[in-house]
């Protein structure tokens, strides 16, 4: 456990809220596989898969088995689908252990799961991702039919589903995402014309759930968009769900031309009061914000002086009256009427709201409210 003076807070009425988007902009048609993933963004997946699974979510998306594994150990009993698992081969009695539901990207993968289903007496389902432009992992698309065609053959697989991940949703020029989607629905049509037919069919990530209605299909895939952010730039329909706050454990009053933490890359330019916040870089607060970021305390913004240490770093709070040591500091979210989110931190750090959020160490201590 890092440091107890910070907490990262998760409003699960927010995550409510967002969940409530996603149904909305669906209209209801398409199921929702809540991908939680990493973390779930660093919002703690244990604790969010379970307030999602009590407001009807029936589907999860992990990256890797463990991260399924965590989930089952964690109670919850909704289906998991697992994006990805480098070597099937040497762990594919975990997937009967746990009742998960594997993504298949190759022939060697499907057979895999083949003879393990056939071993175990059982039937497996499967969904089968094809390559339409990711360019990562999947069947290519020039192939694909005719691979999958083959994998209908293999016995005790289900092939339950069929996806895709798109490349260029969150861009403003569509043209590529339809090229992707022509892609998608051709090979389903194919495989379709020779009796094959998914009951799962999925492509939409949170910026085609947001502004591109046609990748819907019967199932879609959020993930960044459950945690309060668009793809590409906050969305005012959706609301923030992580708060990043400490305290200050420090307060001293320097005259000018004071130096300020390592390197001195920052000197006061007055006789200056200066805040040590019990917070840094090992926390996930990413060191390219010194000199650069700001915070909220007492409802104000203050400065990020000086280089972001390992464990602390410093803010200048000259112009706020009244601050005291144990004062909250907000890094991430509100505080009185000003607010901060990851996506104005990414703005500062030249990154994206997702790795902002990921970013939070798993060692601090996460409070559900």
Not at 95 to 117: C, G, M, Q, Y
Not at 131 to 138: L, N, Q
Not at 294 to 318: E, H, K, N, S, Y
Not at 325 to 340: A, C, F, H, T
Request: some cysteine; glycine content about 8%.
């Amino acid at each position: 456990m890092r440091s107890d003076k910070t907490v990262v807070e998760i409003k699960l009425d927010a995550l409510s809220h967002n969940l409530n988007v996603i149904r909305m902009k669906t209209m209801g048609r398409a199921d929702c596989i809540a991908v939680v993933k990493a973390n779930a963004y660093g919002h703690g997946a244990a604790a969010v898969a379970k307030h999602l699974e009590e407001q009807g979510v029936r589907w999860f998306g992990v990256a890797f088995l463990n991260e399924a594994i965590e989930l089952r150990d964690c109670g919850i009993n909704a289906s998991i689908l697992v994006f990805f698992e480098p070597d099937p081969s040497s762990c594919v009695d975990l997937f009967f252990k746990h009742n998960l539901t594997p993504v298949i990207h190759d022939i060697r993968a499907a057979l895999a799961f083949s003879e393990a289903a056939y071993r175990y007496n059982r039937v497996i389902p499967v969904h089968l991702n094809v390559d339409t432009g990711m360019g990562r992992v999947g069947f290519q698309h020039s192939t694909a039919a005719a691979q999958i065609l083959q994998i209908g053959e293999f016995r005790n697989l289900h092939l339950q589903g069929i996806m895709t991940h798109l490349a260029n949703a969150d861009l403003a020029d569509k043209a590529f995402t339809h090229h992707q989607l022509q892609k998608f629905t051709d090979t389903i049509a194919v495989l379709k014309e020779k009796g094959l037919v998914f009951d799962c069919i999925h492509m939409a990530n949170s910026a085609a759930v947001l502004d591109f209605p046609d990748a819907h299909f019967n199932m879609v895939r959020p993930g960044i968009m459950l945690y309060g952010y668009g793809p590409a730039e906050d969305r005012s329909e959706l609301k923030p769900v992580l708060t990043l706050k400490s305290q200050i454990i420090f307060l001293k009053s320097v005259p000018l031309q004071t130096p300020i933490s390592y390197g001195s890359t920052f000197k006061t330019s007055r006789n200056s009061v200066i805040a040590t916040v019990a917070l840094g870089y090992a926390d996930g607060y990413n060191r390219l914000l010194s000199n650069r970021g700001g915070v909220l305390i007492r409802g104000r913004r203050a400065p990020v002086v000086g280089r972001v240490c390992m464990d602390l770093f410093m803010v200048d709070v000259t112009d706020i009256e009244g601050v005291c040591p144990g004062d909250e500091v907000v890094m991430l979210g509100v505080q009185g009427s000003e607010q901060i989110t990851a996506s104005n931190v990414a703005e500062q750090t030249g990154t994206i709201s997702y790795e902002v959020l990921t970013s939070v160490s798993s060692a601090l201590k996460r409070v559900y409210i």
